[in-house]
């Protein structure tokens, strides 16, 4: 129970308004060391609990030690919008009974509000650190102040290409600040050297691995032969399969668009979330998913993280991820906090040796299944390795002589040289006039 925990009257009536009473794993695991301010790094799969266990420690230092005229406090990043959306209005709800105030900073939203909304101080930052770094570049910001700090979904912050931002970010940081690290996966091989960077002396605390994080979700194949016969097997499982909500992921935005524009087309009620929608529009599409206004969403990887939307059954995949811990993170948006969920790739030819890269990196088999009337032409490789790549043709060997040596490439007949032969007058360099031939002369007129 939260009452165990050396947490003010104000947090835990929170917790019950909330109708949160039982902490989860990674919530037990976290918050002791938590709130004795040790630096964490911790790994726990979506859906866990990871928000509430760094949100509950940085409010209850705020409770305990009062500084009206302290500037940022809290500052937690996340790599997404969607996901600084959601953590923020977690913390708003924990902070309901304080006068603790937080405030989102993200792209995508108009820049003068913002700076009118961050000159009131609020004590606890939620944000991306592309904005955040363009608020210290100007001024309109600075973390002297700043006593905890927290990445959250480091790694993938990395993936999306924030190394510089947070590098930046965290070097402007109050170097007596608390520091948590967390993330569903830790294996991305450029984390090493930022932990080294923003922790000190860290508790690790890996709750689970990436082949956990999946235990409850049943993952399946169906071969394709291109991407029209892809459409027709994805119009056949929206029709047919049992589902409240299901994401639909494309790596690439067009496609997504297109896609996204052919599935509205029929009696399907689907919505498009990509990197390049303003923030307002971004804000729509998730009010109309999470009220069942829609119950599709085709999204790009912006949406791999950071959804935590109640009714998600169904995980397609029309484009492979193209790395373990991304798909990881797509399937995550289903089968979360124990519950059973679907998810489903859609494999090309040019797609097998990915998909099976991810299931050795998982340690499973997806299985294969095949829908009436859409069966194609492509039937997986001939030939397989023993760990599941496809096996390529061999390339025909040269041709040769039998001392073993190659064979001489033929030379061409403008290359050789014409020897004891006159050169045809056309051949000649010169007509006599000092004029250089280009074709048949006409005859004279006399």
């Not at 959306?85 to 708003?92: L, R, Y």
């Not at 001489?408 to 007949?413: A, D």
């Amino acid at each position: 129970m939260f009452s165990e925990y050396p947490l003010s009257d104000r947090l835990l009536k929170a917790l019950e308004q909330l109708s949160i009473t039982t902490p989860t794993e990674v919530q037990e695991a976290t918050l002791p060391p938590a709130l004795e301010g040790k630096d964490l790094l911790v790994a726990a799969e979506t859906g866990s609990g990871k928000t509430l266990a760094f949100l509950v420690p940085v409010l209850q230092r705020c409770i305990d030690q009062s500084k009206p005229s302290a500037g940022t406090r809290g500052l937690i990043l996340t790599p997404t919008r969607e996901l600084a959306e959601q953590v923020a209005k977690m913390c708003e709800g924990l902070a309901a009974f304080t006068q603790i105030k937080v405030q989102t900073v993200c792209g995508g939203e108009n820049w003068s509000n913002q700076t009118a909304r961050l000159r009131k101080n609020p004590e606890i930052l939620v944000g991306t650190p592309g904005r955040l770094k363009e608020h210290l570049e100007r001024n309109t910001l600075d973390f002297d102040d700043l006593e905890y700090l927290v990445l959250d979904e480091a790694d993938r912050m990395l993936d999306m290409g924030f190394r510089d931002e947070v590098t930046f970010i965290t070097e402007r940081c109050s170097a007596e600040r608390q520091t948590l690290l967390l993330s569903a996966t830790l294996s991305n091989a450029n984390i090493g050297s930022l932990i080294k960077k923003v922790l000190k002396d860290p508790e690790k605390l890996q709750l689970s691995t990436a082949q956990d994080a999946v235990q409850s979700i049943k993952q399946q194949i169906i071969l394709a032969d291109h991407p029209g016969h892809k459409e027709k097997l994805l119009n056949y499982l929206l029709e047919h399969e049992n589902y409240d909500k299901a994401v639909v992921f494309c790596n690439t935005r067009a496609y997504a668009e297109q896609l996204a524009d052919k599935l509205n087309r029929t009696e399907l009620r689907t919505g498009l979330l990509h990197g390049e929608l303003d923030q307002p529009e971004r804000n729509r599409i998730m009010k109309l998913l999470r009220e069942g206004k829609i119950n599709i969403l085709v999204a790009t990887d912006v949406a791999a993280r950071g959804l935590d939307i109640e009714g998600i059954d169904l995980v397609v995949n029309f484009d492979m991820a193209r790395k373990g811990d991304e798909h990881v993170h797509r399937i995550g948006r289903t089968g979360r906090q124990g519950r059973d969920g679907l998810a489903i790739c859609l494999i090309q030819q040019n797609e097998w040796n990915l998909m099976a890269s991810i299931q050795r990196y998982l340690k499973i088999k997806f299985e294969q299944r095949t829908l009436p009337g859409l069966t194609g032409h492509y039937k997986g490789p001939e030939k397989l390795k023993s760990n599941g790549k496809a096996v390529g043709k061999k390339r025909p060997k040269k041709k040769s002589d039998a001392k073993g040596a190659k064979a001489k490439p033929k030379s061409r007949e403008r290359d050789q040289k014409v020897i004891g032969k006159r050169r045809p007058a056309s051949a000649a360099t010169s007509l006599g006039d000092g004029s250089m031939p280009f074709g048949k002369r006409k005859p004279s007129a006399d």
